[in-house]
């Protein structure tokens, strides 16, 4: 998408949002929230990339990647800002809108200029577009049925139709099988719908093997064995062996 010459600034939302945020990070915020609009998708922070976006060196983005993270949904690398894509969305719809009043426009025109024949078939028949409409309808309904989250359905339809203007619809339902069977995939990390589908996701390859969690390491007690005696020593009065001594004094001290 083309992007245009201004974004859209809420500055009351922004000011009660960013209220916490330094000087630094309200800079940094600014850079990524424009690299978006100008983008058109979300931002992707493969190898920590966007540190170059918000103009900071690797010590600072490290320091303060996790406070400006929180404005967005993180999906792996990709870097989804919920407000700037509802703003995208409706200037997607408005440019489609025109676009297509533009393409009706040329059509007309060139029906009035064609004989009565042309004009005949050219003309959309009724029964198409249903037939049309069904196998779009139908189509969705596969790929929602094989996506592994049902969150957003409506949002999920709209970026479906996007979608399909990029890719055939069996390749996408492919993709999304492929996902939702993915043996890495974190269940508490799956992209919605309408993002894995904005993100033309379905051409992505296997996800990467999963970081193996975390914890903490059984702690094993050490066995003391006392030393043995035997009676001829105990006879003799030997002295108690050193190594005795250590085990009955950490006793003691209660170790």
């Not at 800079?27 to 990339?49: E, S």
């Not at 303060?64 to 990709?78: H, I, M, P, Y």
């Not at 297509?100 to 029906?111: E, F, I, M, N, P």
């Not at 995939?185 to 379905?202: F, G, I, K, Q, S």
Request: glycine share 4%; net charge neutral; proline share 6%.
């Amino acid at each position: 998408m083309t992007s245009l010459p201004y974004m859209q600034l809420y500055v009351s939302d922004y000011l009660a949002d960013t209220a916490h945020l330094s000087s630094q990070q309200h800079g940094a915020y600014m850079l990524l929230l424009m690299n978006y609009w100008q983008r058109g998708k979300p931002l992707d922070n493969t190898g920590d990339r966007l540190a170059f976006v918000a103009r900071m060196s690797a010590e600072d983005w490290a320091e303060n990647k996790s406070v400006l993270a929180e404005f967005f949904q993180v999906d792996g690398d990709s870097w989804t800002h919920l407000r700037i894509e509802r703003d995208l969305d409706s200037v997607r719809e408005k440019s489609a809108k025109a676009s297509k009043a533009g393409k009706q426009a040329s059509v007309q025109r060139t029906l009035n200029e064609r004989s009565t024949d042309a004009q005949r078939s050219l003309n959309y028949k009724e029964e198409d577009k249903e037939e049309d409409n069904k196998k779009t309808i139908g189509d969705f309904n596969d790929f929602w049925n094989a996506y592994p989250l049902k969150v957003g359905k409506g949002a999920a339809h709209k970026a479906w139709l996007k979608a399909v203007t990029k890719a055939e619809p069996s390749l996408i339902i492919e993709g999304a099988k492929r996902y939702a069977n993915d043996p890495n995939r974190d269940p508490a990390y799956t992209a919605h719908a309408a993002t894995w589908l904005n993100a033309e996701r379905w051409t992505d390859s296997e996800l990467p093997p999963r970081s193996p969690v975390s914890g903490f390491k059984p702690i094993t007690t050490p066995t003391w064995t006392p030393p043995r005696f035997t009676a001829s020593e105990a006879a003799q009065g030997v002295p108690m062996p050193e190594t005795a001594r250590q085990i009955l004094d950490e006793i003691r001290r209660g170790t």
